[in-house]
């Protein structure tokens, strides 16, 4: 299961199961204690972390299953590689913002505002008749990104919902890579990345042809991997850059 890289931080997995859960069960207990002490984990051992959420060292280990995980030293590996604020925007970005925060904002806005005329560009617009023939056509649609635009992908499947097509949306990668296997000729993949950074930091996609499979406004050959796909929009600029 866990040998590919893992998407999003532990932060990012509890929250997403606290608030989407159904019942407030043992598992809830556990996800809302540790989001309590979720500064104090780091370096913590079983024992340490089942006293914080006065639970047995059995149901924190069931509790790291339960996420997905294989066993809790696969928990502390996910703390290990967590992310900070410092981290979660592009270096560049980060360092303008720091040093002068006016230019920084007065940056970002004016690249807001150069993707949305670029993404209503004639030659963007003069293909979405295609895209939207060619999506309600497919068999199977899927839709994958980095965890950081999941919001985005669960925005266009409740709306694609509300006209009767069901997209597929994982926040998992190991899930995410299941999928892309299981597309054929007849399904459609949304590829929504920054700065074309989704290949490059899951390269597993790559290495496995999803075998003719439509993207956007390319119709790549059979077996063509989805890392040759071009896509339609621009890169969003100084926004994450995981």
Known sequence: MNNVK???SLLDRLLSYVSSAPERDANYDIAVALLRNYSQLKGLALSQIADL???SNASISRFCRFLGMDNFKEFQSWMERDFTMRTDYSR?????????QETAISAYRDALIGNIYT??????AQVIPDIVKTLHDCGKAAYFSHHFLWDIGHYFQSKMMMMGRYVELFMDYATQLECARSLTEKDFAIICSVGGSY???YPDLQR???????DADHHPKPGQ?????RRLHPPVRHDQSQ
Do not use: D, K, W
């Open 119 to 124: 993404t209503i560009a004639p030659e963007n």
């Open 208 to 214: 496995y042809p999803v075998q003719r499979v439509q």
């Open 53 to 55: 959420c006065y639970t």
């Open 199 to 201: 290949l490059t930091r």
């Open 6 to 8: 893992m998407m999003g």
């Open 225 to 229: 991997p989805l890392s040759q796909h």
């Open 92 to 100: 560049q970005f980060y360092t303008m913002l720091h040093n002068n």
